[in-house]
């Protein structure tokens, strides 16, 4: 973004006294900085609502902490069965003998 120097700011200002003349250039000077104070405010509000909506994100991506899971009885929880034998693929599968 280019910068703006005091050579610049004088001229300007030169030419908006030619324009406008000495009566209107305090109005116009107000109006443009209520204007650029406007601007200022939207664009601080914008990168708020940007931001905290990354802040969002960030939490949805984390897992949910929570407390320790609540069981019932131990007559109600499911049985963990173990995995079935792995067999090689030219051995054919032998039940288990029974006990």
Known sequence: MPQIGPLEVLVVGAIALIVFGPQRLPEIARTVGRALGQLRQMAAEVRTEFESGMDLDDVADEPEETGPEETGPEETRPE????PEATKPD???TPPEPE
């Open 91 to 93: 051995e054919p599968a």
């Open 80 to 83: 963990a069965t173990p995995p």
